[in-house]
């Protein structure tokens, strides 16, 4: 039996969407509590941030590979067992991460997981383009990025009551208070058992089985795509889509970067739009301005900014086949380019921390030298160790400092990035390096007045909005429509490895460049975004309404689409059926 049409379309997309949105980010952000109480990644007083940043990051490796080879699979095996096939890998590494007891298991499925994850993101908005009516195209493949985020605030949601009441745990040992017990009461709990972290991994991993698991089961019942077949001299007989279905050239990946150049410019435009306007930075550093703007429930407020970056997807789903591409994109990117601006211009720059390096040795959480001060020891006991504060100065002469490397810093920093808002949302909470030169923490620091807060958060929420209005929810709609069909699912793998490339880059980079300028390091973000806008209000063409190969042509006839009013390929054979199931 198959099933075909637009809503068999809609659940492929949406499917995919949620398994990258709850398996592939979501997860990370609650299990970076439990994960190192289970497997030991914690010892007395000392984090092995080594451990933790590999177990939270190796996902995000094994997508980018996923996505990368995603185009060779789909073309050999076809989309629809390509889509499967994903789908089966996603589901054995989320099965095998809900039972890994040791961490080498962990690591290993996070990685298999990533690797399916990756695979989806090329395979079903490329299944989905080839397939859709181009009436409706743009608001399916716009469908996966609102399951992305629907993803994301589910894994929180859930996140949230799995976590318990150690949940609030804060300050410079939060994730060892979590681990031993004690909460926001400052009551003692039981201490951390392996059997309640299997319990909370449980909680919060199986639910995610569903989706891989409806993604597989969907795919096996969905028609193939029609282009893939004409390819083949092949046609099935459950159509939808109205584009040519004569058999295509294979094109090669010199092609994309000589006949088709103009669509992969864009095609690296869209990643840069996505990812270098820095969306990782502002979420890492949400809780920060929430600080400084007077807000005592932090978790709440994150909680609540990820809904809002769910609900705004819902804007672009509605309008991007009605408004357009151009219409929707071009100013969202210009707004949140003109915010990340903002927020830089409102929010003060951080006071410098005075540095303290530490001897080579293992990976340690650093104490602050706030503690009490140790008890007087009896002249018959033996000597005590000096206070901490005494022994970082004492050890930060034995290294210079400026002796850490930014890569190191990066790494140390991987784990906050991959456990999301609630593993910053205290400044005062800090990693240490081997050799590392770490900052005493200031404690949070306020805005000016009143009016600065208020901007900081206005920005903040309109960053967001313009974000996944434009460049969010649209670079899974343009990357899959501006290529040739005898190209298409080649390139889209490649873009999707190279957006999975970019958003590494800015989890290495930020942290370094956040210690040297502060909050000013915004600036930087914003720069890409003003330049973003300026190449796609010239160069991208409208696509709306517009069959896949028509498209193509359009890219190959010129590079500056603007003032040329008259640049409007013929309507579309598509635009003649509006009322396809």
């Known amino acids: 039996m198959q099933i075909g049409g637009v809503p068999a379309l809609a659940a ?13 980010v979501g997860i990370s952000t609650t299990v970076g509590y439990f994960w190192p109480c289970w497997y030991n990644i914690y010892h007395g007083t000392t984090l092995n941030t080594w451990e933790i940043a590999i177990v939270s990051s190796v996902v995000n490796i094994g997508a980018g590979c996923g996505a990368m080879g995603g185009g060779p699979v789909i073309n050999f095996l076809g989309r629809k067992k390509g ?14 991460s809900c039972f890994s007891v040791v961490y080498g298991m962990q690591v290993f499925f996070r990685i298999i997981v990533g ?45 949230y009551f799995v976590a318990g009441p150690r949940r609030n745990v804060h300050g410079a040992h939060s994730a060892i208070d979590y681990c031993e017990g004690g909460g926001t009461s400052g009551t003692p709990m039981e201490s951390y058992t392996s059997g309640h972290s299997l319990g909370q991994n449980l909680a919060l991993l199986l639910p995610g089985v569903i ?46 970067f000589t006949i088709h ?43 609540l900014l990820m809904l809002w970056n769910c609900v705004t997807t819902f804007i672009s789903l509605f309008l991007v086949d009605r408004a357009g591409r151009r219409l929707l994109l071009i100013p969202s990117v210009l707004v949140l380019s003109l915010s990340i601006i903002g927020l830089d211009i409102v ?73 999301g808002p609630e593993a910053v949302k205290e400044l005062g909470s800090f990693i240490a390096v081997p050799g590392a030169p770490m900052e005493i923490p200031a404690p949070p620091k306020r805005v000016a007045n009143g009016a600065q807060s208020a901007f900081s958060i206005i920005f903040l929420v309109l960053y967001i909005a313009a974000f996944e209005i434009g460049p969010g ?3 899974w709609v343009i990357v899959n ?15 999707n490895a190279l957006m999975w490339v970019m958003t590494l880059f800015i989890t290495l980079t930020f942290p370094p460049l956040k210690s040297g300028m502060g909050s000013n390091v915004f600036l930087l973000y914003g720069i890409p975004g003003i330049l973003c806008t300026l190449f796609l209000f010239f160069c991208l063409p409208e696509t709306k309404g517009k069959d896949i190969s028509q498209i193509s042509e359009d890219l190959q006839s010129r590079w500056i689409v603007w003032p040329d009013r008259g640049y409007t390929a013929k309507k579309s054979i598509n635009d003649e059926s509006e009322n396809l199931p």
């Open 211 to 256: 989706f891989p698991l409806g993604l597989a089961i969907l795919a096996m019942v969905v028609p193939e795509s029609n282009k893939w077949l004409a390819e083949r001299g092949e046609r099935d007989p459950l159509k939808l889509t109205g584009g040519d279905e004569a058999p295509a050239a294979k094109g090669s990946i010199a092609d994309l």
């Open 12 to 24: 492929v997309n949406s499917l995919g969407g949620l398994v990258y949105g709850y398996i592939i």
């Open 83 to 96: 889509i499967m096939l994903a789908a089966l890998i996603c589901l054995l590494g989320h099965v095998g």
């Open 481 to 495: 429509e501006i290529f040739d069909p005898s190209i298409a699912s080649t390139a889209g793998g490649i873009f």
């Open 473 to 475: 929810c649209l670079f």
């Open 347 to 419: 929010t003060l720059t951080e006071p410098k921390r005075a540095a303290f390096n530490f001897v080579p040795g293992p990976p340690a959480m650093v104490i602050p030298p706030t503690m009490p001060t140790a008890p007087v020891p009896s002249p018959s006991a033996p000597p005590m160790p000096p206070p901490v504060s005494m022994k970082i100065a004492t050890q930060s002469l034995e290294n210079p400092v400026g002796s850490q490397t930014d890569l190191e810093e990066a790494l140390s920093t991987l784990v906050k990035f991959a456990q």
């Open 115 to 159: 690797v399916g994850g990756g695979m989806s993101t090329a395979a079903c908005p490329a299944y989905v383009a080839e397939m859709a009516p181009d009436n409706y195209r743009g608001t399916l493949n716009s469908l996966f990025q609102v399951c992305i985020t629907i993803g994301i605030f589910l894994a929180n949601f859930v996140g």
């Open 261 to 303: 150049r103009k669509a992969a410019v864009i095609g690296i435009v869209m990643c840069c739009a996505l990812q270098l306007t820095g969306i990782n930075a502002v979420m890492f550093y949400a809780t920060a301005f929430f600080t400084g703007a007077g807000i005592k429930q932090l978790l709440l407020a994150s909680m």
